[in-house]
């Protein structure tokens, strides 16, 4: 699943990746705090928009999630173990971050996700949009709408609690066929082709040595 931010850029956000995250899911339930994974940190996430996330469902204490059978990558309730939501400009990857984009991107791992990680996926949308005063598109960049009309539209997702989100995602696991998105692999490409093109990015600390 892919979404759009637009924005001049100029507001910064302010609230940290662990307040972020708590939105997204729960600071704590039942005595018990979120355990989740991660790529960058609050300065990343500020100065960079960039932030990766998953949510590790199955080192929590939840029993709901588990009934997991032998492990298998194909089978969904282990694939869907990593669900990576990932907040970038849409270039940073490609060029080595040497070009960002116009846009910021939320994507996932999976074309699908479980009910409870695209309410986490929204909820990030909402947040970061809200935040530097942009505008969000589900349709590839086709139509662009505001944070409050976004939220009408996706409120029966936005309305769940984690515990409701949960239970839906449970059954969810019995039949949602665990397709990875084909982004990766076509940005795998692109940057193959960049560098081809422009080399290898060197960094400071590379050139000083």
């Known amino acids: 699943m892919r979404l759009y931010i637009k924005s001049d850029f100029k507001k910064k956000i302010t609230f940290t ?29 500020q100065d960079d ?12 204490c939840d029993s709901r999630w588990d009934s997991i059978p032998s492990y298998d ?3 969904p309730w282990n694939s869907y173990k990593y669900e990576n939501i990932s907040l970038e400009f849409e ?4 060029t080595e971050w040497r070009e960002r984009g116009d ?3 939320i994507a996932t791992s999976h074309t699908d996700v479980l009910t409870v990680d695209k309410r986490a996926m929204y909820i990030m949308a909402v947040e ?11 349709d590839g960049k086709q139509t662009w709408i505001d944070v409050e009309t976004f939220k009408e539209l996706h409120k029966d997702i936005l309305s ?8 839906i995602s449970v059954e969810e696991l019995k039949s949602l066929k665990p397709v990875e998105d084909p982004l990766w692999d076509e940005e795998e490409r692109l940057r193959e082709e960049y560098i081809k093109i422009h080399g290898e990015r060197v960094y400071d600390d590379e050139e000083e040595d």
């Open 91 to 94: 270039k940073t990857f490609i």
């Open 128 to 138: 970061v949009a809200g935040a530097i005063d942009g505008k969000i598109s589900s």
């Open 103 to 105: 846009y910021l991107r």
């Open 49 to 60: 928009f960039y932030f990766v996330v998953s949510f590790d469902k199955w080192r929590f």
């Open 17 to 45: 990746t662990r307040e972020l995250l708590w939105k997204m899911w729960f600071k704590e339930w039942q005595g018990h705090p979120i355990t989740y994974s991660n790529v960058g940190d609050d300065e990343m996430l």
């Open 73 to 75: 990558l194909n089978n």
């Open 160 to 167: 769940l609690t984690y515990d409701q989100a949960t239970e």
